[in-house]
Every structure is written in C-alpha cells, then in structure tokens.
C-alpha cells in the first residue's frame, strides 16, 4: 500500500506530510497511560546529569509516566554548578514511595560522559540498563516497545527511533533518519532485528548509527569493561561502544520515534575539536575495517562520512591521518571475454584488496551496448563474486591513491597520461608482445614496459624479464590455486584419461601443436580417452575427444582427479592452470621454455622440447608408469600446499601498500625451479610421426580456362577493396 501511495502521492505533499509536526511542541505530558499488568523484566534506568536543571523534572517525570514497570532509578549528578541538585532532591520526593531511587553526587566532575555511564552499569542490580540523558525526554510508550526486542534472546542492545527537539520542545525533525540516508534511505523505516555482522558492516562500519544513548536499552553483560576502553575517546566512544558490545550477538530496533532527542543550538565546533572527531572516525572505522569484510559501496561509504570533516581541518593534520583513511584504487581492465582466466584473476585481486579494506574501482572501455550495472552483472556470470564499483568509460570518478593498467593495448597508455592520481602500476600476467607477429602492434605492446610504471606481475620468470630487458621496476607474486576447490578427491573414479585445455582464441595456447601431439599419444595409445576443455569453440578430428567446452571451477578440480595426465601449453607466462592441475594430483605436461623455468617445480611437471613428438612422448611417458603418476601427483600437491590462492593475494597487497606508501619496487628472483632437461622424441613417437606430416598438395587437373576466371574473380576482389 505504501509503494502505490508513493507512485500516487506527489512528493511535494508527502513531504509536508511527513513533515507536518516540525515546529510543533512535543507534549511528554499529554496522555496518561496506564502501567502495564506484567511479569516484568528488571530494568535499571540510569540519570546521568551534569547542568540540566531546566530539563531534569521533565526528564525524571518522562521515565516514571512509562507504561513498562521500572525496577530502579538511579540519578546521578557529575558535580552540577547550576542548582540541579536541590532540583532533584524535590523530584524524588514525588516517585520514592513507587520505585526504589538512589541519588549518587560526584564531589569532582568525572570529566567523561563514559565514566558516569560506567558508574550507572556498576551500581545498578537490574537486568536490562536505560541510559536516559537528563536533557532528553520521551514517550510513555517507550520502555515497551524496547523491552520487545529481548524476545530474540541474541539481542543484547534495543533501540527505537528518535525525533529531535530543540531547547524549547519545538520539533526539528520527526527522526533522524534524514542523518542516515547516506548510510541508507530505506534500512531504518521498519523495525528489525538485526545479527552484529550486518549491523557492523551495513551500518556501524560507516558511522555511529545510533545517535542518542537516551533511545538505548541494553541487557547487562560486560559493558563496565567496554566503557573503560570507550574512555580514549573524547567524542566517538558511544560508536566505539556499540560496536564492540554487539560483537556476536544482536541488535534490535523499534521505528517508531519514542525517544525524543534534544539538540542544543549553542554547541559549538573548533578546529581542534573536528581534527579530534576525524581522528577518532579514522580509529573505529579502520579498526571495523580490520574485522569484518566491507564491500566497496561501504568502503565508499566510509569515505563520504570523513570527507567533510577533512575540508574543516588543518592540512598538516590531515597528512598525518592519511594513512589511516581509506585507500581508493582504480583498474582500467580490457572488455570481458567468458573463460579469461585473465581477468578472472584481475576480478579476484581487486576482490581480495576490497575485502582488506581498499576501495577498488573497475573501469572498462564503453561498449555502446552495457551500462555500469549491466557490466558489473556481465562479470559477475563470467567470473563470480565482484565486490568492486565497475563503471562504463575510461572516466575517473573520483581521486584515486593508485591505478593499475592491465593489458598493454590502450590501459597502459590511459594510466600514463591519466592527471591526479599519486601512484601509477601495471598489473602484468604475461609477455603480451608475443601475443602478437612482429610488427607494430607488437611494438606498440613492447612500447608500454617503457612507461616508468611499476610492475607486478604474477610469477618470477615474467618479473625478471621486464627488468632485465626494459629496466622496468618490477616485483611480483607467486602462481598459487585455491586449495578449498582444486584439491584430491578420493570418491572420483580415476580414468585412463587426458585432459587438455583448448582455447584456439588464444594463440599462445598451440592447439594446433597439442592436437599434433595427441594424434600421435592416440595412435599408440588407442584406449585412452581425450577429454578438452576451455572453450565454446567445437573441433572435429579423426578420432573421438569430449569437448566440455567452458566449465566451473569445480568441474575443472572433478576432471583433474579423473584424469591420468594434464596437458597445458604455456608459450608464454606460465598459465595458471598447472597449478591447480597440481594441486589436485594431476601431473602435468607442458613446454620446456625459459618462461616455465622460474615458476614450475620437477617433480610435479614433466617439461617437454617444442615439437609434437617430445610432447607425445612426455605424455606416454606418464600413461604408462603407474609408480611415476603416484609420485608426480604427491609431489604437485605437496609443492602446492605452500601456494594457496591467500599467498598470492597477501603477496600482492603487501606490493600494493608498498607502492602507495612511495616506495618503488624491485624485487628479482632469478632462481630455476625446474632443473631437469627436457623429454625429447622417443623412436616409438617418431616411428608415427608420418600421421602429423603435411600432405604436398597436387597439381589440380583444371584447364585455362577455369584458371583464368579464378584470376578474375580474384582481380574483382582486389579493385573491390582497393587494393593494387
């Protein structure tokens, strides 16, 4: 009914609507309710007053008129210079014969807030605390819509909406929901209960949510302990408070504006005391960032609630905080293509800095056919989780620490003419010059190692070769696999097969060269099965393969285990996919190269010379040895046990912090891993190897008369494209 009120209703008279009381006067008088007949739970309601004498009448006869039963009343007084204390002396003297009240007077003013909340929760003997401030007020009906929330046993921390009154009872807002539309529009207009890890991470990770203490009931467990803690901080310790309080429980909260918060105009902001505020903001958030996994848009979030603070303080100071505010990178990525592992491993990189506290945003070239949602989603079916802003078009939103260029047509170029951003980097996965035939566009991919733009690549061989050749500073992070997906599973029946991974899109992965090589293995090996995989392209071929086309990350890890042997032809840097073939025992054939020499270890890999029949015998050479499949496969998930994907991420980010704390890295290991020599043609391959050769073509039986016209079409073809 709301939604179609909200189509119907045009927002100018919703919104004198909604807004119809502001400036009217809140009456703590006007109904008189009747107590409620219940077996209630012991509540403690704590007054901590400090100078309220105008207020403190109305704030004691506010929580007496409560419908809900009171089991206590403690008032306390922080060494008042006004004449509260008499004041409240009177006061009692009306409630002390129908609830038991203490009165407890500082003789030197505590000089925090947190302190006398402190002394509430020791002194009091109930089970449930209500910090009710003296200068605010309430409904009657409050206490009782708090107390529903403990029906859900996990709650510890119960709170309703507030409206916000002025000096004079005049309403200045009929909630303060207003303050929390840049944490969320939608999230505080229902009542909720609420588990602490969405509360921290969709509401307490971007600022203090729970503005007024006053609108607060908290079961009774180890707040004395927190409030000493909370004590550090002049401004934000009721933030730092709930926070840590809710810490595996729940929260619970009323929409219903029942507590009535006061505002005072005379309160005044220095610069001192905003330097203080962003410090402590600074503090919390970071310390929640450490704990709980934030998705960008509330890492987003985060930023927005200290972005205003820092235009009001002094810019030395806001140096000196920087590295505690949140870190913001941008990666320019090339459109995506379903099955790129490539970018699958961008996508998981910019995920891992995200969840470790870093603002990534993803931006693509436009397509003319996606907009940023549509795009983000694209990826999302490609690769899975995405926990980044992606943004269609080469146009920064906003300021970044650092950007990353990740392929080297036009992203590199894009980051090195791009103004404004601090620190400059290339995300490097292969030697992409060899993607191409010499030329120009080789040259033009050669030309970006030149840009002065730090490198990280994944894997030594490629980070020793850019630094080597270009004198690129590089440094980089190991292949590693997720071991919870590619790991030995002992249910799966293992096959006299090979599995070969088939991206003809990609010319670096030779499916010409791995076909070739298995022809020969099948011709000599006819019972073995040929299963293919890592591509929507089909292939026909004189003898039977199981084309599974692209395939989850799952399947991959229950084929491995099926398999008796992996073929994966790296020309380049090294694929990650012998990796993960390692990690779930599967041994591996693959190229005898130099850019498999720093990266791949012996006795996982079986490394062969670069012809067809060196494969083919390297290939046999596994089929055929039971005891060398045991050994190879122990072997690769032994080595792999060193590498999960979390190495390589903690890798990565310890680069990544180092770059933006200005420091220009090398790092070069230049030490062979793969020290064996390479399997060369055995006489059993070469004995086949005529099923592989080119076959001359013949000289085709036409006459003149069909060569010329095959001229003339050819001609015809030619001057259609302009051509000589």
């Known amino acids: 009914m709301g939604k179609i009120a909200r189509k119907i209703i045009p927002y100018s008279i919703r919104n004198k609507i909604v807004n119809r009381n502001i400036g009217k006067t809140v009456d703590t ?170 509360e921290i991470t969709e509401a307490l990770s971007i600022c203090n949510t729970i503005p007024n203490v006053s609108a607060v009931v908290f079961k009774k467990e180890n707040q004395i302990e927190l409030l000493e803690h909370a004590k550090q901080f002049k401004i934000s310790g009721d933030w730092f408070f709930y926070y840590q309080l809710l810490q595996g429980k729940s929260i619970a909260y009323c929409h219903k504006s029942l507590n009535y918060f006061r505002k005072h105009s005379t309160s005044t902001s220095t610069v001192a005391k905003k330097e203080v505020e962003l410090e402590e903001v600074l503090i919390i958030q970071k310390e929640i960032r450490e704990s709980y996994q934030l ?57 891992f800095l995200s969840n470790s506290g870093i603002l990534c945003d993803i931006y693509i070239e436009e397509d003319y056919m996606n907009d940023s949602e549509t795009m983000k989603k694209r990826l999302q079916s490609y690769y899975g989780e995405c926990n980044c802003n992606v943004y269609i078009g080469i146009e920064l939103r906003r300021t970044y620490d650092l950007i990353f260029a990740t392929y080297s047509i036009l992203t590199a170029d894009y980051v090195r003419h791009m103004e404004g951003v601090k620190h400059k980097a290339y995300f490097i996965q292969d030697y992409e010059p060899w993607f191409e035939p010499m030329g120009g566009t080789y040259l033009d991919m050669e030309r970006t190692y030149h840009y002065g733009l730090q490198g990280i690549s994944i894997g030594n061989w490629l980070a020793q070769k850019l630094n080597q050749e270009y004198n690129m500073p590089m440094t980089s992070f190991p292949f590693c696999a997720d071991l919870n997906v590619y790991k030995k599973l002992d249910h799966i029946q293992k096959e006299k097969a090979l599995c070969f991974i088939y991206q003809p899109e990609k010319s670096r992965r030779c499916s010409k060269l791995g076909f070739e090589a298995i022809t020969l293995v099948k011709k000599l090996r006819p019972d073995v099965k040929i299963y293919i995989y890592g591509s929507t392209s089909d292939i026909k071929l004189d003898y039977e393969v199981e084309n599974l086309h692209i395939i989850p990350i799952e399947t991959c890890n229950e084929l491995y285990n099926k398999c008796t042997v992996g073929l994966c032809i790296s020309a380049s840097n090294p694929s990650r996919i012998p990796f993960e073939m390692m990690a779930s025992g599967l041994p591996v054939v693959d190229l005898y190269r130099e850019n498999n020499l720093y990266d791949v270890p012996s006795a996982g890999v079986l490394l062969a010379d670069t012809t067809p029949e060196a494969i083919a015998t390297a290939l046999i050479k596994i089929i055929d040895d039971e005891a060398l499949q045991q050994k190879m496969s122990e072997a ?87 051509q000589p």
């Open 29 to 198: 008088y006007q109904n008189n309710p009747r107590k409620l007949n219940i077996d209630a739970q012991k509540v403690s309601v704590i007054i901590p007053n400090y100078n309220y004498e105008k207020y403190i009448e109305e704030r004691i006869d506010s929580v007496m008129r409560q419908t809900y039963p009171i089991y206590e009343c403690i008032i306390l007084d922080d060494c008042s210079t006004d004449n509260s204390v008499k004041k409240i002396e009177k006061i009692i003297k009306k409630y002390e014969k129908n609830v038991p009240i203490r009165f407890l007077i500082n003789e030197k003013n505590s000089g925090s807030p947190f302190a006398q909340w402190q002394k509430g929760f020791q002194e009091s003997t109930g089970d449930y605390v209500w910090i009710a401030e003296a200068d605010d007020s309430c409904s009657p009906y409050f206490l009782e819509h708090a107390m529903q929330g403990f029906q859900n046993k996990n709650v510890i921390l119960s709170y309703t909406e507030s409206l916000r009154m002025d000096e004079n009872n005049r309403i200045l807002s009929n909630s303060c929901r207003d303050w929390m539309a840049g944490v969320s529009e939608e999230r505080w207009k229902k009542s909720y209960i609420h588990t602490a890890e969405e």
């Open 295 to 351: 998705t960008s848009e509330q890492l987003l979030k985060q930023t927005y609630r200290y972005g205003n603070i820092s235009k009001e303080v002094d810019p030395k100071f806001l140096k000196k905080m920087e590295p505690m505010m949140v870190k913001k990178i941008a990666w320019i990525i090339p459109a995506p293509i379903k099955g790129s592992g490539g970018i699958r491993t961008m996508i998981q990189n910019a995920n």
């Open 636 to 722: 690769g998930q032994e080595f792999m046990k060193d590498y999960p994907l979390e190495k390589g991420y903690q890798e990565f980010l310890r680069a990544v912090n180092k770059i933006i704390d200005d420091q220009q890295i090398t790092e070069i290991k230049t030490k062979k891993m793969y020290h064996e020599k390479p399997i060369l043609p055995s006489k059993e391959v070469l004995d086949v190897n005529y099923l592989i050769r080119p076959v001359p073509i013949a000289c085709a039986k036409t006459g003149k008369m069909t060569r010329f016209f095959v001229r003339l079409k050819r001609f015809i073809i030619r001057k259609l494209k302009g």
